[in-house]
């Protein structure tokens, strides 16, 4: 059983297109993430939601529009895709403590994302 | 602006020897994670280390967690060809891991 799986690995797309990508976790955590992972492997955060609520919004241009329609899922919604927007995508997912929040404890396996 | 630093970039062994990377930072975190990426895969948490001078072990690989909480190492003894991807530090602040920020990893190739 995957832990956190994200749909589709791969996407291509022309300028100008909107996307989806999905994750879903199996784990019972609280706290989901989309991460962007540029060609230097740099990992930064986009966005956190905890238990469906938006926790953190990193500077992510609007075009960028995350839900969470439950506790195990996290989708990404990206309108009028750039060339820039070219990236791993990643999802996580973390267990919260009774101290506060953990890091990304489980990551998907990354979505491709590649504007022509 | 909290960053973490990871030295260094690049790393290409012989199987058999040991070797130490860094993560270092002017920032203090409440806990700090080390993951390891393969190529095609999402990073795969290795360890969190959470009070200051806390040495874990996981098989040949030891983490160290700076007494000021502002640093990490990771060694590894006779690296194994298994160990070769990318090993990402990430650091969590005080406000929580929501806010955890990664390293930019250090690429280790192990040669046969």
């Known amino acids: 059983d995957t832990a956190v799986s994200q749909t589709p690995k791969y996407l291509v797309t022309q300028m100008g297109n909107d996307k989806s990508i999905k994750c879903e976790q199996n784990?019972?955590?609280?706290?989901m993430y989309w991460y962007k992972q540029d060609s230097k492997k740099f990992l930064k955060i986009m966005f956190s939601y905890n238990n469906k609520e938006l926790i953190i919004n990193e500077t992510v241009p609007n075009r960028f529009s995350p839900k969470s329609p439950d506790k195990a899922h996290l989708n990404l919604h990206i309108n009028s895709l750039e060339l820039g927007d070219s990236a791993v995508y990643f999802c996580?997912?973390?267990?919260?403590?009774?101290?506060?929040?953990?890091?990304?404890?489980?990551f998907g396996q990354g979505t491709r994302l590649t504007v022509v | 602006t909290q960053l973490l630093e990871q030295s260094p970039q690049f790393l290409s062994i012989q199987e058999g020897e040991n070797l130490t990377v860094y993560c270092n930072s002017s920032s203090v975190f409440s806990s700090l994670q080390w993951y390891r990426q393969e190529p095609g895969e999402g990073p795969v948490l290795l360890v969190t280390?959470?009070?200051?001078?806390e040495v874990k072990k996981l098989k040949r690989l030891t983490f160290q967690f700076g007494d000021a909480r502002k640093d990490s190492s990771l060694h590894i003894t006779a690296a194994q060809p298994g160990d070769t991807g990318l090993y990402l530090c990430?650091?969590?602040?005080?406000?929580?891991?929501?806010?955890?920020?990664f390293g930019a990893g250090t690429r280790l190739f192990v040669k046969a």
């Open positions: 996580a997912s973390s267990q919260d403590l009774a101290g506060g929040s953990s890091p990304p404890a489980f």
């Open positions: 280390v959470v009070t200051g001078g």
């Open positions: 784990l019972g955590h609280d706290t």
């Open positions: 990430a650091g969590s602040p005080n406000t929580g891991g929501f806010k955890t920020i």
